[in-house]
Nanobody, 124 residues
Framework: VQLVESGGGSVQAGGSLRLACAASGYTYSSHCMGWFRQAPGKEREWVASISTEFGTTYQADSVKDRFTLSKTDAEKTVYLQMNSLKPEDTARYYC???????????????????WGQGTQVTVS
């Protein structure tokens, strides 16, 4: 199983970045793909998730109006489009995968089985 993130970088406040997470080695089509972030000295926090089966998306309140998720099933890739970035969005962003519960990804903030190595996002 492999999750590979890309798309991180440095951007000025108000700018945008799009992160990608390419998945391989497992049944992509029936999982919850989540994005988490961890800033230095802080706990890891859940940012957003998408159901690869239904395309349903969920976002944390702190990013709901600024971050959106999408997916390209043929490439087994999910994307996190981040707009109106703020300095407090600075963190290492991780992609993760888990099976849904009752077919839903709603409220699933833990129990992710697979993780990528992360990609750094710096907003100044």
């Amino acid at each position: 199983v492999q999750l590979v993130e890309s798309g991180g970088g440095s951007v000025q406040a108000g700018g945008s970045l799009r992160l990608a997470c390419a998945a391989s080695g497992y049944t992509y089509s029936s999982h919850c793909m989540g994005w988490f972030r961890q800033a230095p000295g802080k706990e890891r926090e859940w940012v957003a998730s998408i159901s690869t089966e239904f395309g349903t998306t969920y976002q944390a309140d702190s990013v709901k109006d600024r971050f959106t998720l999408s997916k390209t099933d043929a490439e087994k890739t999910v994307y996190l489009q981040m707009n109106s970035l703020k300095p407090e969005d600075t963190a290492r962003y991780y992609c993760a995968a888990r099976t849904p519960v009752g077919g839903s990804c709603f409220g699933l903030y833990s129990g992710f089985d697979y993780w990528g190595q992360g990609t750094q996002v710096t907003v100044s």
